[in-house]
């Protein structure tokens, strides 16, 4: 047996959003010269243009790095940086999986945040070896004490000797690498056993096939050697491996312990799924290493092509972002008013976000979302039950015995002078009390039980512009609650648009109708015609507004000189009119699929 | 038939509202302008000396601002250097606060036999607003200088303020004046123009305001025997504007001086909008084009179609026919089904319905591009 590498060290940073992480990664690279400062740029890590420009990281980003201890040997560094936010807890349990250790980054003016806690807790179940970092101590309201002292007590973990830093001003660095040399334990496995290697993410590049992010657990991988996934019987050959440098580098081979590349010309996107494990060809019956926890989707939208002719390369689009993403989930879709399309399911409100952002962005596609709406449980009087998360697939009203809705437990952390705010917000979006802590004199955590449709709507804008942005929340799904649900539908010159219809709590919908309407009203443009927009539950009228048809759109003036120009806004009037949907009769601004999101206050 | 277009790019004050090649202040150079423009006149004369025009239009800028003997000259190189018809329809355009009696009697003997005066509003506050130079008495001193002949007026809608009341003076002061025709427009704030500030700042009558004060003026119009032969022009029986039927028709022109367009031989050119650049062209020799561009087959379809459905004449089976060789309802098949309720019969064809006319670009727009 050839044990792995010694002078290995797999490791991933856990934190809070705004904590620092992608900083210290950068600061990291800088100091053991991945990169050199001149050609850095801001957070070199987090290469996706949504990411830099939201500040946050979504993809789980490897690259390796060569660092030179104080005890005089080298070390080969594998940092795997991970996302922050609630919504992409799996994406961190993926990385977490292919390290033996994880920086932990606290903020020092902050302290330990909820979200910091689910990840360390993650990392924890995966035995990893935790290595508190205290950041930000450059900064005036710095308490490294008190950050210290909540790291323990809430924690549990040892603080003595952790490095204390200031990525921003690039103090106390060298104490991270040498805390990783020290504490992170080298990688376990055997170079000469049977491969087996965890799929931890993958990309499609055009001329190379499906790159497979890989650990390698046991055994060795070259160029050449035939491989597959445990769950196809496709067989494929090795073209490169390689180590991320952060760019990909390719290298003779990957040995157990080693966090690399694998490009084997694959073109179906399906037959590696993230979460499987590579093994040798030669040796089919090699048992899998342990997978990632299947994730749930919780929030659902349908996402169509804006031009109908374009489904196929929506199709691609996803199944592209799929590879890249695992937890995203589709379905194909078919809407009356919106023609072929897919069901997505999302993690949350703001994985759905960016994924739509991707789609239009790194495939140039424009499509129309429609609301998000979370999973119900329908009852069927003949005593069959069914989960609906399309509102135009709800059962009709006479077969449904009655229906439960999601319900979260929700957990607001905010300066004590917002409470009644939130309390006001809480109460008015159905929610439970069920416990309050003061943290210390500045900070309150709340406790709620919240329907998960309430958050889907509009909750996080209100909570923000409530609290003037000092709340922040988290939530996990807790179980199904029964409700009493109605389906809203909305009409559009007499028409029900299924795209608009949306599932909601019966003391709602009078009040959703409404608010409805009046967004509507204002989005859709006059036309020829007076078009009625009508909120409607169970067949019965429950609101109205009017879209008055158009009075004036004529070019005033058209003689000799004009006629070009006047063509030239015609054309433009026209391409105006391409971004629109025809639902029966009327023209729909592909937007107005998203109003439903909208509250009165945006007015 | 074809007609001529003569621009005069001068003007005493730049209106708020105007984005038209005008150069206030710039008199001093009419003379040297006035020569190039007789040089151009002299060279498209010999490419088009085998087409009859019946109609010119000698527009701006405002031509009346410069020294009529210019205009004078300007129509003698056009009789010299063009074939024009037995009777042709030749128009200028006047400003109220820059005519004599003078000025018209030279016009008539240049062969001038149609005015058309920029009167806009007859509430004298909105005049100074839009930075007109005249008043209403200068349009009354216009006006008699011009009685008993053939002219147009022009008013403007969606003004700062405006009322029904002051569209109703307006269209008063138009008739009594004696004006055979008149054009009603709806201001239209370019960017860049003064006015277009007052628009951002949403201190203008917003559509549905303007197309009360255009069904309004309308009526009033109308019923003092003016009867609308396109969006925004009205005449007495007779005295609709040739020159401007012509565009609508889809017709030939030839546009000149600076930055005037033309049509001809399905090919749509304009020359610069650049005085200097223009002298220059013309003085060595150049024909000053910036801009030429050959209309294709369906584009030309689209565009007779986006011009006849202006007209209370609407589309001409025939001479749809004539043009294309083709049925214009089966051209457009698809766009015809979706818009013939907005249209009706006419003896020739087809056109808008009345009160879809003033909302015709969500109509034209389903006829563009298939």
Partial sequence: MARANRNLRNFCIIAHIDHGKSTIADRIMELTGQVSKRDMEEQLLDSMDIERERGITIKLTPVRMYYTALDGEEYEFNLIDTPGHVDFTYEVSRSLAACEGALLVVDATQGVEAQTL???????????????????????????????????????????????????????????????????????GDTDARLRALIFDSYYDNYKGVILFVRIKDGTVRVGDKIRGSLSDRVYEVTEVGAFAPHLQ??????????????????????????????????????????????????????????????????????????????????????????????????GLLHMEIIQERIEREFNLDII????????LVHKTDGSELYVDNPSHLPPVSEIDYMEEPIVKAEIYSPPDYLGA???????????????????????????????????YDFFDELKSRTKGYASFDYELVGYEKSKLVRLDILLNGE???????????????????????????????????????????????????????????????????????????????????????????????????????????? | ????????????????????????????????????????????????????????YIGGGTPSVIDPNYIYGAMNQITKCFHLSRDPEVTIEMNPGTVSEKKIAVYQRAGINRFSVGLQTAIDSQLAELGRIHMLQDYMYCASLLKGKNFSADIMLGLKGQTQEDVRRTVEVVALSGAKHVSMYALTPED??????????????????????????????????????????????????????????????????????????????????????????????????????????????????????????????????AAFGSDWRQDFADAYARTAQYLEETPAGMRIRDEYLYVQNQILTEYMNG
């Fill in chain 1, 369 to 376: 979302t429609t609301a998000p709406s979370v999973s119900y």
């Fill in chain 1, 250 to 347: 390719p290298k003779e081979q990957l040995a157990a312990g080693e966090v690399g590349y694998i490009a084997a010309s694959i073109k179906s996107i399906e037959d590696v799924a993230v979460g499987d494990t590579v093994i040798s060809a030669a040796h089919p019956e090699t048992p899998p290493l342990p997978g990632y926890k299947k994730v749930q989707p919780v929030v659902f939208c349908g996402i169509y092509p804006l031009d109908g002719s374009k489904f196929l390369d929506l199709k691609e689009a996803i199944l592209k972002l799929k590879l890249n993403d695992a937890s995203l989930t589709f379905e194909p879709d078919n809407s009356v008013a919106l023609g072929f399309g897919f069901r997505c399911g999302f993690l």
């Fill in chain 2, 192 to 321: 860049g123009t003064p006015i277009y500030t007052d628009y951002l700042n949403g201190e203008l009558p917003d559509g549905d305001e303007v197309r009360a004060l255009y069904d309004y003026g309308r009526e009033l119009l109308e019923a003092r025997g003016y009867l609308r032969y396109e969006v925004s022009n009205f005449a007495q029986k007779g005295f609709e504007s040739r020159h401007n039927l012509n565009y609508w028709r889809r017709g030939e022109y030839i546009g000149m001086g600076v930055s005037a367009s033309s049509f001809f031989y399905e090919r749509r050119f304009t020359n610069t909008f650049d005085l200097d650049e223009y002298m220059k062209c013309i003085l060595s020799g150049f024909l000053p084009v910036i801009e030429s561009e050959q209309v294709e087959k369906k584009d030309a379809k689209f565009e007779f179609v986006m011009l006849a459905l202006r007209t209370a004449e609407g589309i001409s089976d025939e001479k749809y026919r």
């Fill in chain 1, 422 to 456: 939130i309390m006001d917000l809480c109460q008015d979006k159905r929610g439970t009390f069920r416990d309050m802590t003061y943290l210390d004199t500045h900070r309150v955590r709340l406790e709620y039980r919240l329907p998960l449709n309430e958050i889907v």
């Fill in chain 1, 496 to 603: 029900i648009c299924d795209a608009l219809s949306v599932i909601v709590h019966e003391e709602r919908a009078y009040a959703r109708g409404r608010t409805l309407c009046e967004n509507l009203k204002d989005a859709i443009p006059r036309q020829l015609f007076e078009i009625p927009v009508q909120a409607a539950v169970g067949g019965k009228i429950i609101a109205r507004e009017t879209v008055k048809a158009v009075r004036k759109d004529v070019l005033a003036k058209c003689y000799g000189g004009d006629i070009t120009r006047k063509k030239k806004l015609l054309e433009k009037q026209k391409e105006g009119k391409k971004r629109m949907r025809k639902i029966g009769t009327v023209e729909v601004p592909s937007e107005v699929f998203m109003q439903i999101l909208k509250t009165n206050k945006d007015k």
């Fill in chain 1, 118 to 188: 689910a990840n360390v807790y993650l990392a924890l179940e995966q035995d990893l070896e935790i290595v508190p970092v205290i950041n930000k101590i450059d900064l005036q309201s710095a308490r490294v004490d008190e950050a210290k002292q909540e790291i323990e007590e809430v924690i549990g973990l040892d603080t003595e000797g952790c490095p204390c830093v200031s990525a921003k001003e690039g103090t106390n660095i060298r104490d991270i690498l040498e805390a990783v040399v020290h504490r992170v334990p080298p990688p376990e």
């Fill in chain 2, 1 to 56: 038939m074809p007609g001529i277009y003569l621009h005069i790019p001068f003007c005493r004050h730049k209106c708020t509202y105007c984005d038209f090649t005008s150069f206030p202040n710039r008199l001093q150079y009419a003379e040297a302008y006035m020569a190039c423009l007789y040089k151009e006149i002299e060279m498209r004369g010999k490419e088009l000396s085998d087409v009859t025009f019946d109609t010119v």
